[in-house]
């Protein structure tokens, strides 16, 4: 695994809520993790804080039902969404939490980017489109990062990730290629959020 561009010297979750009076004082920048309900987010932000178990990890896609709101080195918030997109959840849950997104997404000022993940091999779907395209009228900056980009050979992740840069009209540089598994991408994904925050490293 890379050396990271930030010294972890606290990591702990912070409370669950599903309402913004609920919601933690906004004292910190703060960075989102959203994506589909399978698309390993927990697996991710643990791997991102070097942490096995502070995000639950369930083998059923679709249990997050909560916003999670965790905190590093009392400087950055770190927010896990809800997953959506999971066809097994009930309609009235999932209308539930895109009040619950809207309402993030609209009152949280402290909000300076939403990591949208997805899938390598599934691509950019159309409930990732409808996010990334609504998180500029919301002025909050996307970070596109796409997981389990080990169930790709080096070459072969490479081209995928030029071809969806392609299709839908980015560019290849701009979609960051992730492993939770392997832990690779993740120092750059790191230096992402550090250049959208100015947090500091050490």
């Known amino acids: 695994?890379?050396?990271?561009?930030?010294?972890?010297?606290k990591v702990e979750f912070v409370k669950s809520a599903t309402?913004?009076?609920?919601?933690?004082?906004?004292v910190?920048?703060?960075v989102?993790?959203?994506?589909?309900?399978?698309?390993?987010?927990?697996?991710?932000?643990?791997?991102?804080?070097?942490?096995?178990n502070l995000v639950k990890v369930s083998g059923t896609p679709?249990?997050?039902?909560?916003?999670?709101?965790f905190q590093v080195n009392d400087e950055l918030s770190?927010?896990?969404l809800p997953g959506y997109g999971f066809a097994k959840v009930p309609h009235d849950v999932k209308k539930k939490w895109g009040a619950m997104l809207d309402n993030y997404l609209k009152y949280r000022e402290s909000l300076c980017s939403v990591i949208v993940l997805m899938d390598l091999r599934r691509g950019i779907q159309e409930d990732d489109i409808q996010l990334i395209e609504a998180l500029p009228f919301f002025n909050i900056q996307p970070i596109l990062v796409f997981t389990k980009a080990d169930k790709y050979k080096?070459?072969?992740r490479i081209q995928r990730r030029k071809e969806l840069a392609q299709k839908h009209g980015f560019r290849p540089e701009d979609?960051?290629?992730?492993?939770?598994?392997?832990?690779?991408?993740?120092?750059?994904?790191?230096?992402?959020?550090?250049d959208m925050t100015s947090i500091e490293t050490t």
């Open 1 to 9: 695994m890379s050396d990271f561009p930030i010294v972890l010297r």
């Open 19 to 26: 309402h913004p009076k609920h919601y933690p004082l906004a």
């Open 62 to 69: 679709g249990r997050t039902q909560l916003i999670n709101f």
């Open 154 to 156: 080096r070459n072969a």
């Open 78 to 80: 770190i927010v896990d």
């Open 28 to 30: 910190f920048k703060e």
């Open 175 to 194: 979609l960051l290629l992730t492993s939770s598994a392997k832990g690779f991408g993740l120092d750059e994904l790191w230096q992402r959020i550090i």
């Open 32 to 52: 989102a993790f959203a994506g589909r309900s399978n698309v390993g987010k927990s697996s991710l932000i643990n791997a991102m804080v070097r942490r096995k």
